[in-house]
T-cell receptor, first 114, second 115 residues
Framework: AQSVTQLDSQVPVFEEAPVELRCNYSSSVSVYLFWYVQYPNQGLQLLLKYLSGSTLVKSINGFEAEFNKSQTSFHLRKPSVHISDTAEYFCAVSDRGGSYIPTFGRGTSLIVHP | NAGVMQNPRHLVRRRGQEARLRCSPVKGHSHVYWYRQLPEEGLKFMVYLQKENIIDESGMPKERFSAEFPKEGPSILRIQQVVRGDSAAYFC?????????????FGPGTRLTVL
């Protein structure tokens, strides 16, 4: 069994500022890690994922996340946010050798102010 | 390419009525997952189905809830005798293969309100 903790329920930032959304997980086995984004009244979209290999993974719209095994973290970062990044962000984890069904965190609401 | 489709997008029911939520997966996907999202919470897994089979229903409440994914047609999540606590957003996701990792594609959700 695994769990995901997103420490911040809401993160307000100004446009063009950097942002970090924190995610910590616990699991007794090796994991896959994901970040999903949910825009208002829409379903979740996969933003980026860590499966294996390089611990730094990047999305096409400037987000990146780094898998830190020793700290059991997968924080999401962006050096300069846009108004359009305002959304709910969910971190998720699934076991490599067990259940293929991801466990989601409670979500972090990113609010970008002009 | 149509993604995962869910209908209705919004559903209002009175206590004691039945709610039927429909999900059409991405064309060619044979695996469907249902999740429930309560306010201020993340997604909670409910059930995983393949065509005509329930694979994992460990997240389904024991009573009033049922799901199916028939050979033809959409997957249906059925909630009988709804109560106010059933008010939530229900999301369906589909994937093409099973295994240790498979990307799930999510629908826009059905927002159920129980009066």
């Amino acid at each position: 069994a695994q769990s995901v903790t997103q420490l911040d329920s809401q993160v307000p930032v100004f446009e063009e500022a950097p942002v970090e959304l924190r995610c910590n997980y616990s699991s007794s086995v090796s994991v896959y890690l994901f970040w999903y984004v949910q825009y208002p009244n829409q379903g979740l979209q996969l933003l980026l994922k860590y499966l294996s290999g390089s611990t730094l993974v990047k999305s096409i719209n400037g987000f990146e996340a780094e898998f830190n095994k020793s700290q059991t973290s997968f924080h999401l970062r962006k050096p300069s946010v846009h108004i359009s990044d305002t959304a709910e962000y969910f971190c998720a984890v699934s076991d490599r050798g067990g259940s293929y069904i991801p466990t989601f965190g409670r979500g972090t609401s990113l609010i970008v102010h002009p | 390419n149509a993604g995962v489709m869910q209908n209705p997008r919004h559903l209002v029911r009175r206590r004691g009525q039945e709610a039927r939520l429909r999900c059409s997966p991405v064309k060619g996907h044979s695996h469907v997952y249902w999740y429930r999202q309560l306010p201020e919470e993340g997604l909670k897994f409910m059930v995983y189905l393949q065509k005509e089979n329930i694979i994992d229903e460990s997240g389904m409440p024991k009573e009033r809830f049922s799901a199916e994914f028939p050979k033809e047609g959409p997957s249906i999540l059925r909630i009988q005798q709804v109560v106010r606590g059933d008010s939530a957003a229900y999301f369906c996701a589909s994937s093409p293969t099973e295994g240790n990792y498979n990307e799930q594609f999510f629908g826009p959700g059905t927002r159920l309100t129980v009066l």
